[in-house]
């Protein structure tokens, strides 16, 4: 079966740092493009940054460039985000998705929560 599971949300104040990941299984990882997305309450989800599986490009978000660092480890299959400089409006569930071709998969979210 194919599970992308995302970990590491938490609460962590305003103008701090947290690492999230997201594993996956089922599937071959090398070769997707992974990306995190994220649903504030109230709002649209929002694509904010990916990484290809070949050559690692990145993209990122306005809203979140300069502070969040996309990464892959395809030897664990695990995608990471580190970020940094949380603002109040980074409070959101993130989720990751695995894409190639015609398939696309969704992971279970982790809730990020910035405090003032």
């Known amino acids: 079966d194919v599970q992308l599971q995302a970990s590491g949300g938490g609460l962590v104040q305003a103008g701090g740092s947290l690492s999230i990941s997201c594993a996956a299984s089922g599937f071959t990882f090398d070769d997707y493009a992974i990306g995190w997305f994220r649903q504030a309450p109230g709002k649209e989800r929002e694509g904010i940054s990916c990484i290809s599986s070949s050559d690692d490009s990145t993209y990122y978000a306005d809203s979140v460039k300069g502070r969040f660092t996309i990464s892959r480890d395809n030897a664990k299959n695990t995608l990471n985000l580190q970020m940094n400089s949380l603002k109040l409006e980074d409070t959101a569930v993130y989720s990751c998705?695995?894409?190639?071709?015609?398939?696309?998969?969704w992971g279970q979210g982790t809730l990020v929560t910035v405090s003032s």
């Open positions: 998705n695995a894409r190639y071709t015609f398939y696309s998969f």
